[in-house]
């Protein structure tokens, strides 16, 4: 999830998808409020003890080349 505050929105999603309510206590939990798109400020500060995983983030990063075409929905073709 994007950001922090829309764990909510997606612990219910999880749930849905797995056929779980919110409140069964034996229902999966495999995601935390932690686990969103942190910002560059935010890596930076959790990983200034380990310089190299960023680096290595940056170089990774160089090497993808993605074209994302905003406001255009693509959905599965499904034989009708």
Not at 7 to 35: C, M, W
């Amino acid at each position: 999830f994007i950001d922090s505050s829309d764990f909510d929105a997606h612990e219910i999603r999880v749930a849905i998808h797995d056929g779980f309510t919110l409140d069964d206590p034996k229902r999966p939990r495999n995601y935390s409020p932690q686990q969103y798109m942190r910002s560059e400020e935010e890596m930076c500060e959790l990983f200034a003890d380990i310089p190299e995983a960023l680096a290595n983030t940056v170089e990774i990063a160089k090497r993808c080349n993605v074209t994302v075409r905003l406001g255009e929905y693509f959905l599965p073709q499904f034989p009708t």
